[in-house]
């Protein structure tokens, strides 16, 4: 019995055992399976959130590289513009002028030779006749009635056509062509044209590029290659260009067919067996385009260090997953660097940021130079004959007076004149001619004070000396922009004058940098302006400024219109970099960028916006008075 009880113990121990063994492995086994199943989900988590953290900061990335690319570009259709639209002038000039009116060639012939030697930009200069009838200051005579350049000037539009082979040169230009004035101003009396070479646009598209292996051309308004360092891809004489429609590659001619309807982009294309970057953007003062084509490796080069972190992180996910279920503080160790490459992405978009805003700076600084200089020059060119001819109407009045005094005189003492004196004043009229000269008199004196007051806006707009912060009147500043914007307000046949409403308060002078605060108004004014056209309902448009006192320290100019009003999307975005709701060629989403970083960061103001769809838009701008008041804000 003895020995039958230990049996039975025995195997009874042996049992209790095993179950207990049994159970600790089932729980080991669960509380592993849920370590292992929390380390899985979390991994699975980290790496999705990694891989989306990967996409979007490389999408971040490359956009703000190509938008550097297309910078570029801009830069080049800047140049290009800018010199046209002073070739543009210069034959626009021209054509106003007294001598040209005349429409007497023998006339006309010695000045436009004149005119020649002096610009030095014009290989020839070509009046043409409402028929066509051409003839230049080289004697070449021709007709010009087929021409589209021909037909758009005859039409009333000063244009730079696409280059052509001068039929009296022989030579490969550009036609600048503006209206001949009629006597009645209503249709042109004739078209005067200027024929220049297109060494200009060559050197600005052959400087053009970034990186190796990148380069630039432009197209005419057919896709036809008008610079290109292919040589062999532009026209001669005796052969004419083929336009890049008809090329074998269709993704190039789907690129011109963008560019050949004035869009801008950035896109990727496989040119000669190679993938690369076509940035491309429109001419504002030419029915062309520009483009510039950047290796991809030139542009993506810069993500490889961001793709061998992805690797690397990839990687040690993977190692991560595999040893999880003997080593769960790895997970740890994972979300340590996920944070990590969190605070290294947000960095990165504070940077990228940073670089657009500057960029936006820049292209604001040059541009704003540079028409500061055309602006204060053209104004002094103005000033200086519209002075001398103010000086002297006063002059011209007297010495008139006193004729016409004198006429009376002699009447009223010899009241019988001989019939030779009585001819002559009936052809004369000079009753009429007495009542009408002193009226004509005091009209040109008028029309002098207008240029005058014009050329004073312009140089008190553009302030090139005031680069430091000054001591203005803010209303004197609103005043001169408006004056510049005038052209914009005067009605047309499509649209009604834009009414201004002004309220100005008695405001102290402001400590600012007044250059940049008018181009604040400028872009503010000019959008009112654009929103007032855009509207559906042609009612009279209306803009109201209102200036005040906000308080001791600052200073409120409040800008309403009742154009068509923004959406709260559009709202929101109003300050954002590149933000435009203007179709392609006519803004690029600089305008209020620029605006808020004058009034916030340089002047440590505030501007708002208030809108309602189809209630018209209020801008407010806020101004401390003084730069000490700056530096506290």
Excluded at 93 to 105: E, F, G, H, I, K
Excluded at 480 to 490: A, E, G, S, Y
Excluded at 583 to 588: A, T
Aim: net charge neutral.
């Amino acid at each position: 019995m003895l020995k039958l009880r230990k049996g039975w113990l025995k195997i009874n121990l042996q049992r209790y055992a095993s179950t207990d063994k049994n159970r600790y492995l089932l729980k080991w086994r669960s509380r592993n399976f849920v370590l292992l199943s929390i380390v899985v989900i979390l991994s699975i988590s980290i790496s999705t959130t990694a891989i989306a953290s990967y996409k979007i900061v490389k999408g971040l990335l490359l956009d703000s590289l190509k938008q550097q690319a297309l910078l570029k570009t801009y830069q080049g259709q800047n140049d290009i513009d800018n010199w046209l639209a002073i070739r543009k002038t210069e034959i626009k000039t021209l054509a106003n002028s007294p001598v040209v009116r005349s429409l007497d060639w023998p006339v006309m012939e010695p000045y436009l030779q004149s005119e020649v030697r002096r610009l030095q930009t014009f290989l020839l200069i070509a009046f043409a006749t409402p028929d066509g009838a051409l003839i230049n200051t080289q004697g070449g005579r021709t007709n010009v009635k087929d021409r589209e350049f021909f037909h758009k000037s005859i039409a009333g539009e000063t244009v730079a056509a696409d280059p052509i082979i001068g039929r009296t040169s022989n030579q490969l230009q550009i036609q600048i062509s503006s209206p001949i004035a009629g006597k009645t101003g209503i249709k042109p009396s004739g078209v005067l044209m200027g024929g220049i070479e297109i060494n200009r646009v060559v050197e600005v598209i052959g400087d053009l590029h970034q990186g190796k292996g990148s380069y630039a051309f432009a197209l005419n308004s057919q896709g036809v290659p008008i610079a290109h360092p292919d040589t062999r891809l532009i026209g001669t004489p005796e052969k004419a260009a083929e336009s890049f429609l008809n090329s074998p590659n269709s993704r190039l001619v789907e690129i011109t067919q963008k560019m050949v309807a004035k869009r801008t982009n950035i896109e990727l294309a496989q040119l000669d067996e190679k993938w690369n970057y076509i940035a491309y953007t429109p001419l504002k003062e030419a029915n062309w385009s520009v483009a510039l084509v950047v290796p991809q490796e030139n542009i993506e080069s810069p993500l490889q260090a961001l793709n061998l972190l992805a690797t690397v992180l990839g990687g040690l996910l993977v190692v991560g997953l595999i040893g999880a279920w003997r080593q769960v503080q790895l997970y740890e160790q994972i979300r340590d660097r996920a944070l990590i490459s969190s605070q290294q992405a947000q960095q990165l978009s504070k940077t990228l940021k940073e670089l657009q805003n500057t960029q936006a700076q820049l292209i604001h600084t040059e541009k704003m130079s540079s028409l500061g200089q055309m602006v204060a020059g053209v104004a002094h060119e103005i000033n200086n004959p519209a002075n001398f001819i103010h000086a002297n109407l006063n002059h011209a009045s007297e010495y008139s007076e006193g004729i016409l005094d004198l006429l009376k005189l002699y009447q009223a003492t010899y009241p019988n004149a001989t019939p030779e004196i009585s001819d002559r004043t009936q052809d004369l009229d000079i009753e009429f001619l007495a009542e009408d000269l002193p009226k004509l008199m005091a009209s040109m004196q008028v029309g002098t004070k207008r240029i005058r007051q014009i050329v004073l806006s312009l140089r008190n707009f553009s302030r090139l000396d005031e680069a430091d912060m000054k001591f203005v009147d803010i209303n004197e500043g609103l005043d001169n922009t408006l004056m510049i914007l005038n052209h914009r307000l005067t009605a047309t046949p499509n649209q009604p004058e834009i009414q201004i409403l002004k309220k100005y308060g008695d405001l102290p002078l402001v400590e600012c940098y007044a250059g940049q605060l008018n181009q604040v108004f400028m872009n503010v004014l000019a959008n009112s302006i654009d929103a007032i056209e855009e509207s559906l309902v042609k009612n009279q448009g209306q803009i109201c400024i209102r200036t005040e006192l906000a308080n001791e320290k600052q200073v409120m100019i409040q800008i309403y219109d009742n154009g068509i009003g923004m959406s709260e999307e559009v709202k929101q975005r109003v300050f954002d970099y590149m933000f435009t709701t203007k179709p392609v060629g006519k803004g690029i989403g600089l305008g209020m960028a620029i605006a808020y970083q004058i009034v916030v960061e340089k002047h440590a103001g505030s501007i708002e916006v208030d809108s309602t769809p189809g209630h018209g838009t209020e801008f407010t701008i806020r101004i401390p008075l003084t730069s000490k008041n700056c530096a506290k804000h």
